[in-house]
């Protein structure tokens, strides 16, 4: 595609649409075009913002030759419909996360893509987070050493949703980071909440990922807390890390510290040795993950690269996300995961 600007058509100008929309308009390799909205008022401000084309639906986008993308940030449940009839209309789609609401839909969407040879793109944005990065580079270094499990809290006090549970609208996050880090398929998961609020959603999750080698992780998502956090630490035989997204100062810190089994068995029992250093706080670029995000997903429509989360990325998170719905449906029961291609590493 050798247009000088891609054409964009903006779809959910609600709750996240508007810094989507932001990052698309300054990209200069992109073109903000169109914002659909069923609310006049958001397409009023979307108006004074950006001088683009309106619309309530998405028909006039979905007719109209000159948009080449539509990125979609709309409730959970309307993405694989919008997406579905954007592909079939010949656009590339950029979708929030998750990619849909059930698997099978999921599927048909990555096959669609590939078959009419569109781009198809999901926003889990902290796979473009230099922090998140940075961990990923010193997992591949093997400065960690063996990775002996991962545990996250993503909890708030608001943004209490009444549509889907906050495994499904804040656990994708962390599902994602689980597998950019260790570039593999758990085999199994385990889920755990509770409904405080109306009965109906769960307002708190604990979602624990059994991957290969006795690896574990361990999601704590909640809207029902009393204080912000985004905190992720990985714990390795060498050293761990701590990522703490809401610091002002050092979002990540290194800690030089470690525990590892040595030698033989002598008298029955191993030998460990334990290690404690320095505290590092490396200097990293923060560069905003979403302008990242939108950057990567106009450069793959443009050449046809494969984007780093493809509509397969997607699939992945989609397929720990309903073996956790089901451990959740059957009181934290066991849940295996049937095999699945890992990411590449």
């Not at 630490?233 to 100062?249: A, H, N, P, Q």
């Not at 990325?313 to 095999?339: C, F, I, M």
């Amino acid at each position: 595609m050798d247009k000088q600007k891609i054409a964009v058509a903006l779809v959910g100008f609600g709750y996240w649409g508007p810094n989507l929309a932001r990052n698309f308009h300054q990209l200069q390799d992109a073109e903000l075009a169109y914002v659909v909205d069923a609310d006049q008022r958001a397409l009023e401000k979307a108006r004074h913002l950006y001088s683009c084309q309106t619309a309530e639906s998405m028909e006039p986008v979905l007719a109209d030759p000159a948009i080449d993308a539509i990125a979609i940030a709309t409730p959970a449940r309307s993405h694989y419909t919008l997406a579905k009839a954007a592909l079939l209309a010949g656009k590339h789609v950029f979708v929030e996360k998750p990619l849909t609401m059930d698997l099978a839909e999921g599927q048909e969407l990555v096959t669609l893509a590939d078959r009419l040879g569109l781009t198809l793109m999901v926003g889990h944005v902290f796979e473009y987070n230099p922090a998140v990065r940075y961990i990923k580079e010193s997992i591949n270094r093997g400065d960690l050493g063996d990775i002996y499990y991962i545990y996250s809290r993503r909890v708030n006090l608001g943004r209490v949703q009444s549509d889907v549970n906050a495994l499904w609208s804040i656990a994708p996050h962390d599902i994602s980071i689980a597998l950019y880090l260790l570039a593999q398929m758990p085999e199994a998961v385990r889920c755990q909440g509770a409904s405080c609020l109306n009965g109906r959603v769960e307002d708190v999750v604990f979602l624990t990922l059994h991957f290969p080698n006795n690896v574990l992780c361990h999601v704590h998502a909640s809207w029902l807390d009393p204080s912000k956090t985004r905190e992720m630490t990985v714990v390795g035989s060498k050293r761990m890390i701590v990522y703490d997204d809401v610091s002002t100062e050092g979002k990540v810190r290194v800690y030089d510290k470690g525990a590892f089994r040595k030698g033989d068995v002598t008298y029955g029992d191993f030998q460990y040795k334990l290690h404690s250093g320095d505290i590092l706080i490396p200097r990293i670029d923060m560069r905003e993950p979403l302008q990242e995000e939108c950057a990567h997903f106009i450069s793959c429509v443009r050449s046809g690269q494969k984007p780093l989360t493809d509509g397969e990325s997607g699939l992945r998170v989609l397929q720990v996300l309903a073996a956790g719905q089901r451990s959740l449906d059957e009181d934290g029961s066991k849940v295996a995961l049937p095999a699945m291609a890992a990411r590449a590493s």
